[in-house]
């Protein structure tokens, strides 16, 4: 018998300018938790003009997308950064943050105390944007 890692899936956020980071948990990634998630960040940013940087993964491009992207395309636009390139999306810098914290070195033995161990990471950043935003490179100084 072999332990595996539990394991969440997440889709998140973190305004370059502000700090402020949001995130979602989904059962699966796939373009349908995608799409819900595009759905609920609208509604956070809802007075704002969304830039959402995204990798080129398949969820990003599919046509179930498309009526929803064109009928919100004056609050909310997708920027593809080249393949390869995670330098140049600073949630990448995030998660990377996130797993040090509560990924590496530590096994969780079920869904359950992985969100929990997400959830208290959150919870931990959520009050001190300026470290946000200097751990993903955007501190103005």
Known sequence: MTNHHAHVTLFGTVDVQTGDGFCTSANQCNA???LSFLQ???VHY???FIVLVLDNARIH????LRPFL???RHQLSLLFRPPYSPEWNPIKKLWRWLKDMVIVNRFHKDE????SSVSDFLEFIHPCPEKVLSRIGCLKR
């Open 32 to 34: 349908t938790a995608f």
């Open 40 to 42: 609920k960040l609208l």
């Open 46 to 48: 809802m007075d704002k």
């Open 61 to 64: 491009h599919v046509k179930l």
């Open 70 to 72: 064109e009928q919100n």
């Open 112 to 115: 359950s105390e992985i969100r």
